[in-house]
């Protein structure tokens, strides 16, 4: 009787949610819905919408995880490093730079406190969880040396920066360095960029050619591989080349304010983008 009943509960709620309307923001109407409706059918696949949201608000950046033991470490690169264990061990430092070789994608950052001291090893490669299969970013190796102890404890797992699911999905370019496009200026209307976290790429077009390149997220940075594009003359380029200027092979930082992302650079909103379905 109570299989039936979640059963008919499940079936219920799958209705509802197919059944329920779909909002459009177009380049005219801000989505002013909390940070959790926003992300709906945005699920990744592992750690879902709900957790990153929740590291994020925190001001974690990167977060792993190990088995056997088990045990987590949190980065938030502007104020601490916490490493915590299942048993109730905890560690906590404030944030350090990292140190990032100069012929692979390894980032090390050593913190010493009087409580002890973390040597944390980040080497961007894909790291599979040995227990829930999920396919992470990065392999991360932690080594754990408590007060005054002499040798140290190694801990490996996998790990991945913070993402913010709000980016993810298709984007017009509304406005560059503080001055509103108009469609007709464009020969494909208003610039496009279509964002895919899990793939790490980014698609589109400047209002003339389709671009397309790769996207790393790194706590509120996004880091744009330089842009592979058509080559198409088209009439006023200058504004589809002004916006690759500050995205193609370019670091810059982001906020999502009032549903409207905002791509800042040097200080300056630079671009400014609307959600559209």
């Given at each position: 009787m109570r299989q039936q009943f979640f059963f008919i509960s499940f079936l219920l709620l799958t209705l509802a949610v197919a059944c329920a309307p779909k909002q459009k923001l177009n380049e005219g109407t801000v989505s002013e819905a909390p940070v959790e409706e926003q992300v709906q059918g945005m699920q990744p696949e592992g750690p879902d919408a709900a957790f990153h949201?929740?590291?994020?608000?925190?001001?974690?950046?990167?977060f792993a995880n190990g088995n056997e033991p088990n045990w987590g470490?949190?980065?938030?690169?502007?104020k601490q490093f916490r490493f915590f264990t299942m048993d109730g061990d905890e560690i906590t430092t404030p944030a350090v730079k990292g140190d990032k070789a100069q012929d692979t994608n390894?980032?090390?950052?050593?913190a010493v406190t009087e409580a002890g001291e973390l040597i944390i090893?980040?080497?961007?490669e894909?790291?599979?969880?040995?227990?829930?299969?999920?396919e992470y970013d990065y392999r991360v190796t932690v080594d754990v040396k408590k007060g005054r102890e002499a040798d140290y404890i190694t801990y490996k797992g996998c790990g991945s920066f913070v993402q913010d699911p709000r980016l993810n999905g298709q984007w017009k370019v509304t406005n560059l360095e503080g001055q509103k496009l108009q469609a007709d200026q464009f020969t494909k209307g208003l610039p496009q960029l279509k964002i895919n976290l899990k793939e790490h790429r980014v698609g589109g077009h400047d209002g003339c050619n389709n671009i397309m390149g790769g996207l790393e997220v790194q706590g509120d940075r996004l880091v744009f591989s330089p842009m592979a594009g058509t080559l198409m003359a088209c009439p006023h380029m200058e504004t589809g080349n002004k916006i690759l200027?500050?995205?193609s092979g370019q670091t810059v930082t982001y906020s999502i304010e009032g549903g409207l992302l905002y791509v800042i650079a040097e200080g300056n909103k630079v671009l400014t983008l609307?959600?559209?379905d």
């Amino acid at each position: 009787m109570r299989q039936q009943f979640f059963f008919i509960s499940f079936l219920l709620l799958t209705l509802a949610v197919a059944c329920a309307p779909k909002q459009k923001l177009n380049e005219g109407t801000v989505s002013e819905a909390p940070v959790e409706e926003q992300v709906q059918g945005m699920q990744p696949e592992g750690p879902d919408a709900a957790f990153h949201l929740n590291k994020k608000e925190k001001g974690i950046d990167f977060f792993a995880n190990g088995n056997e033991p088990n045990w987590g470490v949190e980065l938030d690169f502007d104020k601490q490093f916490r490493f915590f264990t299942m048993d109730g061990d905890e560690i906590t430092t404030p944030a350090v730079k990292g140190d990032k070789a100069q012929d692979t994608n390894v980032t090390r950052y050593r913190a010493v406190t009087e409580a002890g001291e973390l040597i944390i090893t980040l080497k961007q490669e894909k790291c599979v969880d040995d227990m829930s299969g999920y396919e992470y970013d990065y392999r991360v190796t932690v080594d754990v040396k408590k007060g005054r102890e002499a040798d140290y404890i190694t801990y490996k797992g996998c790990g991945s920066f913070v993402q913010d699911p709000r980016l993810n999905g298709q984007w017009k370019v509304t406005n560059l360095e503080g001055q509103k496009l108009q469609a007709d200026q464009f020969t494909k209307g208003l610039p496009q960029l279509k964002i895919n976290l899990k793939e790490h790429r980014v698609g589109g077009h400047d209002g003339c050619n389709n671009i397309m390149g790769g996207l790393e997220v790194q706590g509120d940075r996004l880091v744009f591989s330089p842009m592979a594009g058509t080559l198409m003359a088209c009439p006023h380029m200058e504004t589809g080349n002004k916006i690759l200027k500050y995205i193609s092979g370019q670091t810059v930082t982001y906020s999502i304010e009032g549903g409207l992302l905002y791509v800042i650079a040097e200080g300056n909103k630079v671009l400014t983008l609307a959600k559209f379905d």
